[in-house]
């Protein structure tokens, strides 16, 4: 970034893990990673932003753990220890939590519903009230992060794998996303040339085309659909909660299909940084962009793209949140 003349409002972190080898222990003392990682990224000009990611440890989609006296309070502990390092700094912290692991409950919870998968919550002091269930684990989240780290600002990322806006924003009603501070809307974490390959990355296979998003927006996928989708998710979640998109992916346009390991075609940051004006005018607060990936284009692969573009936007004066 600082190579590029590069000038973010966020930059976003992940915290991964639980136990041995897990985020509290690759700094000394316990946690500090939070610390020198905000701090770092303050004396940037930026607000730090971290993305919770402990549900994954022992597999995405394995939710045999909720029930797993050992692995949750671990897990809790170090839930509790992200505040206390947040609430530390004095300032307000964007806190992601647990993309992908929401979807995972919709799909496993009987009848769709979190109230009804178990998962080990009110052994925790600050969330002693809540049910023990997936449906109580999320509104722990926001319980603790309220008590410990009240300037910490919360969002949940609900997954659109199945089911109507209506349908998933209930689903997140229950886990307590409407008590959170903001929508994380997940654009879309590979370049789409990545999935449109012969012979496509592991971290690019399992899925259908077309990828590459229509900007005319006359045919799908595209834009306007994607906006349409978080708004009227937006509108069941209710709460009018602002919205933040996140790990877009960062290709660069073209004609061609595909490409190659870090430099697969993408248009999500040409559109969205030319027409921001449209995501202000459903609510949009913020845009993050990052790779998902290992393979996808970055700002050291874009060819000098976000820098760019991120410019322009800034001298543009930005967009106006509505």
Request: charged residues 15%.
């Amino acid at each position: 970034m600082k190579s590029q003349d590069i000038h973010p409002d966020i930059v976003d972190t992940y915290l991964v893990g639980v136990g041995a080898g897990a985020w509290p222990t690759w700094n000394s003392p316990e946690g500090a990673y939070i610390t020198y990682t905000a701090q770092a990224i303050q004396a940037y000009g930026a607000t730090p932003m971290f993305t919770l990611y402990q549900m994954a440890t022992s597999g995405e989609g394995n939710l045999s753990i909720l029930n797993d006296a050992s692995f949750m309070n671990s897990y809790w502990a170090q839930v509790r220890l992200m505040y206390q390092r947040v609430a530390a700094l004095g300032t307000p912290v964007l806190i992601n939590l647990e993309p992908d692991f929401w979807g995972f409950v919709a799909a496993q919870a009987p009848d769709r519903d979190a109230t009804q998968l178990t998962a080990l919550v009110n052994s925790q002091s600050e969330c002693s009230g809540l049910p023990n269930t997936a449906a109580g684990l999320g509104q722990c989240l926001v319980q603790m992060g309220r008590q410990i780290a009240p300037k910490a600002l919360l969002g949940f990322p609900p997954a659109f794998w199945s089911g109507t806006a209506a349908a998933i924003g209930a689903q997140m009603r229950a886990v307590g996303a409407h008590q959170a501070d903001f929508i994380v809307a997940q654009t879309s974490d590979r370049d789409a040339g990545c999935w449109e390959v012969p012979s496509p990355p592991a971290e690019c296979t399992g899925r259908s085309g077309p990828f590459y998003w229509d900007e005319s927006n006359t045919t799908s996928p595209n834009f306007h659909e994607s906006q349409r989708q978080i708004s009227d998710y937006r509108a069941a979640l209710g709460n009018g909660l602002p919205i933040l998109w996140w790990q877009t992916p960062m290709g660069v346009p073209s004609d061609t299909p595909g490409g190659t390991d870090l430099h697969y075609r993408d248009n999500h940051v040409d559109y969205m940084l030319r027409n921001a004006q449209e995501y202000g005018d459903t609510h949009t607060f913020a845009m993050v962009f990052s790779p998902g990936g290992s393979v996808q284009t970055s700002i050291s692969t874009d060819g000098g793209q976000f820098a760019r573009l991120s410019a322009q936007y800034l001298a543009r004066g930005g967009a106006t949140l509505k």
